[in-house]
């Protein structure tokens, strides 16, 4: 490259960015971006209650009756405007008006395709059309992303980016892009496909070090996939929070035997090192939740929250509006006094410093768990005594008087 006052600066650069690290205070690092910005970071919530995340700025959550706090919201900015977060789809354009006619007048070499090189690969299709899948391996794309949307919604006040859609599985069938006329494959097409996989794991790596770079910090909404925990522990472990989507509610159906194993060991490995949001897909709306179900949902939680985890519940078919958590979702447990242990009949348990969680994830056997001395209350304040039966997938949440 010819020297000039371009060539200079990046020749600079390096050395100014270890210079900004040296002058950083040490009480910010590891916080301390390479320009010297001090990386946004969300308050540890307490230890003793239930802090919740809101689910964008469309259900905002009435915790009158849970009592508790709001740490954070996805996708919005959240009552208070100081913890929300910027909305990006894992690998599509933001931007509703960049459809199909958009890119082929500006850049069709962007648009990703399944494999019979006519039909792009939307994940999603929405009754206005859908998002338009780009290439996040094209630098051009990526610079775009990031300079566009990505960098502008940080500098808007929403220091987190919430990344929607990360998943290991191409569940698009993403297959390939055209480029000068010419088709290039990027991948094969199939769900499995670990070549797709290595390219959202690089993707979601550039991503949040520049997202880090900015003052920022990035929270994946990642799926599991139990076909391959290690690698799905490789992308968790990029971002700075997990949002755990479905994480053992799905609906009417709940997580169970050898599936929900899975879920504990990533969420237990996951959840004392980083962010953990444990959201809940609900039978019945949160307000109508039954004490049952809350049993489970919040005995999951408290069995593997870690210091700093969030619940979120939702029921997929409310729409918009008022989500009014009951008091069930934020039992007077105190805070954790051990880590959850196996017991006998194949179930799990923790003791925290004012009552103790039991878990039963098995989908056919039921399990007794003899209650230690004491008075005891359930998780809706009803008085319990002696052995307790927990059926299958379900839980106890007890709370000593």
Same mark, same amino acid.
């Given at each position: 490259?010819?020297?000039?006052?371009?060539?200079?600066?990046?020749?600079?650069?390096?050395?100014?960015?270890?210079?900004?690290?040296?002058?950083?205070?040490?009480?910010?690092?590891?916080?301390?971006?390479?320009?010297?910005?001090?990386?946004?970071?969300?308050?540890?919530?307490?230890?003793?209650?239930?802090?919740?995340?809101?689910?964008?700025?469309?259900?905002?959550?009435?915790?009158?009756?849970?009592?508790?706090?709001?740490?954070?919201?996805?996708?919005?900015?959240?009552?208070?405007?100081?913890?929300?977060?910027?909305?990006?789809?894992?690998?599509?354009?933001?931007?509703?008006?960049?459809?199909?006619?958009?890119?082929?007048?500006?850049?069709?070499?962007?648009?990703?395709?399944?494999?019979?090189?006519?039909?792009?690969?939307?994940?999603?299709?929405?009754?206005?059309?859908?998002?338009?899948?780009?290439?996040?391996?094209?630098?051009?794309?990526?610079?775009?992303?990031?300079?566009?949307?990505?960098?502008?919604?940080?500098?808007?006040?929403?220091?987190?980016?919430?990344?929607?859609?990360?998943?290991?599985?191409?569940?698009?069938?993403?297959?390939?892009?055209?480029?000068?006329?010419?088709?290039?494959?990027?991948?094969?097409?199939?769900?499995?496909?670990?070549?797709?996989?290595?390219?959202?794991?690089?993707?979601?790596?550039?991503?949040?070090?520049?997202?880090?770079?900015?003052?920022?910090?990035?929270?994946?909404?990642?799926?599991?996939?139990?076909?391959?925990?290690?690698?799905?522990?490789?992308?968790?472990?990029?971002?700075?929070?997990?949002?755990?989507?479905?994480?053992?509610?799905?609906?009417?159906?709940?997580?169970?035997?050898?599936?929900?194993?899975?879920?504990?060991?990533?969420?237990?490995?996951?959840?004392?090192?980083?962010?953990?949001?444990?959201?809940?897909?609900?039978?019945?709306?949160?307000?109508?939740?039954?004490?049952?179900?809350?049993?489970?949902?919040?005995?999951?939680?408290?069995?593997?929250?870690?210091?700093?985890?969030?619940?979120?519940?939702?029921?997929?078919?409310?729409?918009?509006?008022? $989500?009014?958590?009951?008091? #069930? &979702?934020?039992? /007077?447990? +105190?805070?954790?006094?051990?880590? @959850?242990?196996?017991?006998?009949? %194949?179930?799990?348990?923790?003791?925290?410093?004012?009552?103790?969680?039991?878990?039963?994830?098995? $989908?056919?056997?039921?399990? #007794? &768990?003899?209650? /230690?001395? +004491?008075?005891?209350?359930?998780? @809706?304040?009803?008085?319990?005594? %002696?052995?307790?039966?927990?059926?299958?997938?379900?839980?106890?949440?007890?709370?000593?008087?």
């Amino acid at each position: 490259m010819p020297a000039g006052p371009h060539a200079s600066k990046s020749l600079l650069r390096p050395s100014l960015k270890r210079l900004a690290l040296l002058l950083c205070p040490l009480a910010l690092l590891p916080a301390c971006t390479a320009s010297g910005q001090e990386r946004f970071e969300l308050t540890m919530p307490p230890q003793d209650e239930v802090t919740f995340a809101q689910a964008t700025d469309n259900r905002p959550l009435d915790l009158s009756e849970s009592g508790g706090s709001i740490g954070w919201t996805w996708g919005g900015w959240g009552a208070d405007r100081k913890h929300g977060s910027f909305y990006y789809p894992m690998d599509r354009d933001l931007d509703k008006s960049h459809d199909m006619d958009w890119y082929r007048a500006n850049h069709p070499d962007w648009v990703v395709y399944k494999c019979d090189k006519t039909s792009p690969a939307p994940l999603y299709t929405y009754y206005w059309g859908f998002a338009t899948p780009i290439d996040v391996t094209n630098p051009q794309v990526r610079d775009y992303v990031l300079n566009t949307h990505v960098v502008p919604g940080i500098r808007s006040g929403k220091r987190i980016v919430a990344l929607d859609n990360v998943s290991l599985s191409n569940d698009s069938n993403r297959c390939g892009v055209w480029r000068d006329g010419q088709w290039v494959q990027l991948y094969s097409g199939e769900k499995r496909d670990p070549e797709y996989a290595r390219k959202v794991i690089d993707w979601v790596r550039w991503l949040t070090d520049r997202v880090h770079e900015n003052g920022g910090i990035i929270a994946l909404n990642a799926k599991i996939k139990p076909y391959d925990t290690e690698t799905t522990r490789e992308l968790i472990a990029l971002g700075d929070i997990w949002w755990d989507e479905a994480a053992f509610t799905r609906g009417c159906e709940r997580v169970a035997d050898d599936v929900w194993q899975t879920r504990f060991d990533i969420v237990r490995w996951a959840a004392p090192r980083m962010s953990w949001v444990d959201q809940e897909k609900t039978c019945a709306s949160p307000a109508d939740v039954s004490p049952e179900e809350a049993s489970w949902m919040l005995g999951n939680f408290l069995l593997m929250r870690g210091p700093r985890s969030y619940f979120t519940a939702m029921r997929e078919g409310d729409g918009k509006g008022v $989500s009014h958590y009951p008091a #069930t &979702f934020n039992p /007077p447990v +105190g805070h954790a006094v051990s880590e @959850a242990t196996p017991i006998e009949g %194949g179930g799990w348990m923790r003791r925290y410093s004012r009552g103790l969680v039991v878990v039963n994830p098995s $989908s056919s056997s039921s399990l #007794t &768990f003899p209650l /230690p001395e +004491g008075e005891w209350t359930d998780i @809706a304040g009803k008085p319990v005594s %002696g052995p307790q039966a927990i059926g299958p997938t379900s839980a106890a949440v007890l709370i000593r008087r």
